[in-house]
């Protein structure tokens, strides 16, 4: 019962197979080979613009890449404190970036509203050389709360973005999964809404190893190719990342995956409202769950062999306080997770322990 | 009246003696003379204890090459959101460190406490390598917020650090102040009370330029030399630091700044007390005011010579809400400041405007 | 006809087998999986010892890692000027140590020597902290000009580094090819010879892109999985680099496959014989050729669809002038590489042009 | 007879003078203080052209700030071999520009040549992004051996860097020297001839601590600012550093400093002469002699009193081999030199030992 992550399967039949056919012939190295162009036109044709793209093999390089392509050193990436390059990134923004700052924003929702950015712009110095500039505005689509953000949303936070000489970033690791939620377009919910950059993860979502940084407004591509090979990301053959793209993207592979893990979720949160004593932190939008959970049932699950992370305690809603019988925890459902899973982990739940 | 900032002034006469007589004769370079040796013996005196210490011109460099030899690059830095290296060094800590991360501890207080440290890192998670790693905990004395820490306060928050296998570092751009308001000696607000690390300022009361890394855990002190010159803080006639450091230090000088600059704020403090709508945020405790005020007589004030600043909103404790016609200010006392700035200053509050 | 370097092929049959059979079931993320595991139990028995090993898919992440491992940012990396840390990985290897220097040690012959590193020390400035400090030599094995090291050459230049305080890292990019020419085992060529860190390459000789840091001396370890996290070089399915490291080492895979590279570098270079004009610069010793070779021909050669790159000027020796007539040019067999690629070759080559 | 350096004395009197009368009264901080406004007035009076300056008070601090504004991290900065920034600050290059190369330029002479840059630009890769790409050309002025660049030979470096992309930098820490030299005018040897940035060095020449660096291409300037302030060489007393610039430049002083300090130079130069065994090994230009001298005589001189250092093997001309019964030693004379302190060297050196 495999639900702490969706990184703990190995990659869809359908990317495999686009790496078994890719396996053949020989081709030039360091992205300049057919997959990799192929993968490209792919990706524009799926985003409907003449992006550029970037393949790297894991999500904090193709976030700390995106970032370093946005801010100066001397510059802030603001973002939602529980976002992920704030917590589980290690200093990887840091490192890609020459030293900028993250700075979380103080937000009361596990969504950064506009509001929340005006309100923090407005009361922070922005004493010039002294106050560290605002640079980026980075957010997370789906959230580290498992919430989507709606194209108005986005469209909200890249007006307050411009409007403050900020570019916006949008941590794709689970984009699959927040586009397959909403049943809108990718171009809609990316630079239709104003994004500079996205980086769109597919390790997560039937991949091994391939996320791909969209770049929208060229002029803020100066250096990520030299960043890329400077920082060890320019694999030299980079077919591997080429062809996962390829099927993974292939007749809308991508979406039914992420369709899937989404339903997978939903259906998971159903059977646990019969559970006694679980309860959920926010509504189910993607494919993760965040649960209240009796801490006795947690660890009589984990050691009947379910897998789930107890998730920190400074994600929790303000004012919603963890008893110490409670286990704030979250679950993952992935392209993989069947039902049969699912119903071992509800029969689990249920059961009385003897 | 200029209550701009304690670094609106030359040095003090007897700190420009001493530079005076250090302009004869040649030397060594690069600190390897013998003003420096002998304001090194100085600090150990005042200090009572046996530690390293390392000149530079500024309080950013100090804290930077403070903070870089107390934490990894892939560690955090974890301090009050209001704290200077966090607001007011733009993205110095992340740059001296190699890419560290300035961690702002969310406190309604206006100092950092041992409970909300302990309250964060319980919180926060700790997950390897994935989260940014606890590595030092850094506090201002006197704080961005006019306030000192008590010799408990500081070795409650060690504790705390040391329990955690964080290291303890001061900031102490004000520190004279904080030892002449609290009456304690050096030795009793620094490594007495756990401090690994004091960065001691001399820049704002009576130098021109001089501070002093001070390092009390001589196991931390590896690579210090070496960072200093890599940053190009290693100046090549070091008299110039030494000397200063030696006229401010002897008898007592650096102290009796201090007092007369505290002394002044309290004074002014008080005169404020007849000026109607002013108000204190915090109480004075070493030489600054944070005041609301009327923002129409802030303005008169500005314009009629009167030097200060309007400080940051988001520094404002919570709850407490600005109105639009007021204020949040902040003015500062330094060695020079005299009664005339003051009454100069409260006559023209006071006066009915025509 | 591929010869324009060893990474332009997929990866090996067993290799691709192996990640077939890795696709499947669940497992934990980043690098807690049972193939990692595995492959690093294999690799500690290839190499008859307790080493640790780190997983990352880019040989540059590779060196980079074990250097910043290495050298604090106040020192040097020694090395050949040809060196693929100096030539070809843009300034990686300043980004992952936090900004050391690398220094090229002027060298007439196409290795390093314990004499030239010897020399160079002799005459450079020592003075502290002043001149960039000694931290590590670094040679690659082959070299950037197809030699090999013998066991003794390492271990000269391993006793020089340390009688230097310096650590000795190998970039192995192609140890393999090494292993094969030598008939040593690699644990002679390695830290049985006073390597410290060796960057082991198997995406050149058979894998799609997985690189092991191979660290012998455990003291050198600290940071190294906190460097890999924040260089975004965690791949979150660490499957996809154990389970193709295991296929690799299987059955001694790793070294038919370096020795098959080996003998068609080999036998090309013997069937260039033939060839009027065309003269070996140094003896073919592992799996890559450098030639001189008529222009004319060259580029005949290229447009008949043969692929080479022509060579940095820089590389050739002191006093071999290239003539206005001769290309440089560097040929490279790999595992891949078949009779019928260097009959074609060399089919070309000596046919008179219609 | 202290020939050890130029950092070895205190200031000028008139530049003390100076500092004396910046002591009074009260002024913005961090740079917007009115001496530094005409410090920076007085530069473009004296550079006859409308530069930017920014002040900071070390030549390491200079360089750094000056390449990072220069290069990208993906670049190589080209210099000669025995150039300051590659030999005496440390890694500071590549910590300021966020790890971009130093490249040493092999060059049989002693200055670089548009002749040997060319030659290397020609030898070297350019493979885009795997090979460091030229970013900028740095000189020393005087050079490290105490000879300086014509105009017409800054000019002909300035035309290779053009046609190559590059910027040029010079690091004039002992640019007075090098004007008084020639007798040219400061615009002639620094922006006319192809300048895009200079390092003024005043510290070496009658200053404690300052040192400017003239942008004299605008569109260069973006961050320095903010570089300035996150390395921390931004001094919250500005006036320190643009008292000395105003007292430094004020009726041409500095160069009448400078001339005084090259013309003991050459005095000194004269009297060795006469001292048998010892020989220069470049002519002496500004204010720095490089001597063969024999050991033992060194040895006595040091043991005498007279300071100055052994110098680096590592600059000798190529072919030129030092006995061991030499020694190869660098004397500096500055504006503090005497005669007194000349004859008094010259005395004992032509004495015979007892």
């Known amino acids: 019962m495999p639900f702490g992550s969706d990184n703990q399967t190995g990659c869809s039949p359908q990317v495999l197979q686009a790496l078994i056919e890719a396996n053949v012939g020989h081709s030039h190295g360091y992205g300049q080979d057919d997959w990799t162009a192929r993968a490209v036109a792919a990706l524009r044709d799926v985003f409907e613009t003449d992006l550029e793209a970037y393949f790297v093999a894991t999500g904090t390089a193709a976030n700390g ?32 970036t020459g030293g900028a700052r993250v700075q979380a924003i103080a937000c009361d929702e596990p969504k950064l509203t506009a509001h929340a950015l005006r309100t923090h712009l407005a009361r ?37 973005a411009r409007a403050n000489a900020m570019a ?14 909403q049943g809108c377009s990718p171009a809609q919910l990316s630079w239709r809404a104003g994004v500079d950059i996205l980086t769109l993860g597919a390790s997560k979502n039937g991949c091994w190893a391939a996320e791909a940084i969209l770049v929208f407004r060229k002029e803020r591509v100066a250096g990520l190719e030299h960043r890329r090979k400077r920082s060890g990301h320019l694999l ?12 993974w993207l292939r007749d809308g592979h991508w979406l039914e995956l992420a369709r899937h893990a989404n339903r997978q979720a939903t259906q998971l949160a159903r059977r646990l ?24 049932l947690a660890l009589r699950l984990q050691a009947g062999g379910a897998e789930f992370y107890e998730w920190y305690a400074s994600a929790l809603p303000a004012g919603l306080n963890l008893r110490a019988d409670q286990m704030f925890v979250r679950l993952v459902c992935s392209f993989a997770t069947t039902d049969e899973q699912i119903e071992a982990f509800i029969g689990q739940a249920v059961q009385r322990p003897a």
């Open 65 to 96: 890449l995106a970032l370093a392509s946005l801010v100066q050193p001397w510059q802030q990436v603001l973002c939602h404190a529980q976002s992920h390059i704030a917590t589980d990134e290690s200093t990887a923004p840091e490192g890609f």
């Open 236 to 247: 030299a053959k980079g077919r591997l990342l080429g062809a996962q793209m390829l099927g």
């Open 124 to 160: 922070a110095g922005r004493d010039h050389p002294h106050n560290p500039q605002p640079g980026a505005v980075s957010i997370a689509q789906a959230t580290e709360s498992g919430l989507v953000y709606s194209p108005d949303e986005v469209a909200a936070l890249a007006e307050c």
């Open 273 to 296: 409202d019969e559970v006694p004593g679980v309860s959920l932190v926010w509504p189910v939008q993607a494919n993760e769950l965040f649960l209240l959970m009796p801490r006795a």
């Open 168 to 181: 916006l970033h949008m941590d794709g690791a689970r984009f699959a999964n927040a586009v397959a939620a």
